[in-house]
């Protein structure tokens, strides 16, 4: 495996691969010298143009835990923001000696582009690029997911398992990526949400879609239920035409303890983060003891040392 871009590249024994490795390096944050010497010599990029701390810093430190050498470029304050170009930056990191550059733009398709167009000969890692893949939050989703529902977790996928994926899918990278691996990973995916932020043809995406979470929680034994942030940001008016207004989305897709308590005794609650709280999730549902976010967070640094050392170590069986 050369460029880890999007969870719709990745087969199931790739996924499964990554999520072993993640529970090996799990394994080495709990000692006391948590360190590995795997990337010694290796230099990681972390190339932001989109404010990101959660991401950036689990990136690095996941790269500082494997020995590499970790360089921060961000857009703001740099040439970038004089008008470099994608292509330019990119050679200048190449120049640099680069052996991995971790991504996240505004423009969906600028991992890629970064990644098969010949400017640099290191491996490019997508930390979400526009509304299109965050492939390292799947995951370290799916991580959770398998470490929290799963019996024997390593080996093993999420077969059986139902997911319901709540909120603003229309613009969130998360639930496109998630949708893909979980699908791959042989879940069972419930798309909950607004008709109108949903993407066009997700009827053909092969998941289930029902436009109320309480209907939801009625038609199906949910195992884990992830709360997606309402993307204010990338809605022009501030989401005014996507929903009536806050108190309307929250009564209808909000997650609150009375609906949390109709989850089984062993669902999980989830969110990517940051959280919108009151509006997409109440402080009882993010704060219970069924809510895995905090958790996400630590796993997230093992599931991206693992990528990490897939990708620059040159494990073999990997394509």
């Keep these: 495996m050369k460029h880890l871009l999007s969870t719709q590249d990745l087969s199931r024994e790739d996924a499964i691969r990554i999520l072993d490795t993640s529970e090996q390096m799990a394994a080495t944050q709990d000692r006391e010298i948590r360190k ?38 961000g ?39 970064l990644a098969t167009s010949g400017w640099m000969y290191g491996s490019v890692l997508n930390a979400g690029d526009g509304t299109h893949q965050h492939p390292t939050q799947a995951l370290l989703d799916a991580f959770t997911m398998r470490k929290h529902l799963v019996d024997s977790p390593t080996g093993s996928d999420l077969a059986g398992l139902t997911v319901a994926l ?21 879940a069972t995916v419930v798309v909950v949400s607004p008709p109108t932020l949903l993407p066009v043809g997700i009827s053909q995406w092969g998941v289930k879609i029902s436009h109320g979470l309480d209907a939801a929680l009625d ?50 609650v989830m969110h990517p983060g940051p959280m919108n709280r009151g509006l997409e999730i109440t402080a009882e549902a993010a704060d219970s003891a069924r809510s895995v976010i905090v958790e996400q967070v630590s796993n997230g640094v ?18």
């Design 75 to 113: 857009a703001k304050g740099s040439s970038v923001s004089k008008g470099e170009s994608l292509k330019d930056t990119a050679l200048t990191l190449q120049a640099m000696g680069a052996d991995a550059v971790v991504i996240r733009h505004w423009a969906s398709g600028a991992a890629e582009r």
């Design 166 to 186: 709540v909120g603003d899918v229309l613009h969130s990278r998360v639930a496109r990526s998630n949708i893909a691996l979980l699908k791959t990973l042989g």
């Design 302 to 319: 093992a599931v991206r040392m693992a990528a990490l050392y897939l990708l620059l170590a040159g494990e073999e069986g990997v394509q």
């Design 36 to 73: 590995l010497p795997t990337l010694r010599g290796k230099t990681v990029v972390n190339l932001f143009f989109e404010d990101s701390t959660r991401t950036r810093i689990s990136f690095e430190a996941a790269a500082k835990r494997l020995s590499a050498d970790v360089i921060n470029f």
């Design 219 to 268: 038609e199906h034994q949910i195992d884990a239920v992830m709360m997606l942030r309402v993307q204010r940001e990338r809605m022009t008016g501030g989401g005014a035409q996507f929903f009536p207004s806050p108190e309307e989305y929250t009564r209808m897709f909000g997650l609150d303890g009375d609906r949390m308590r109709r989850l089984p005794d062993h669902g999980i």
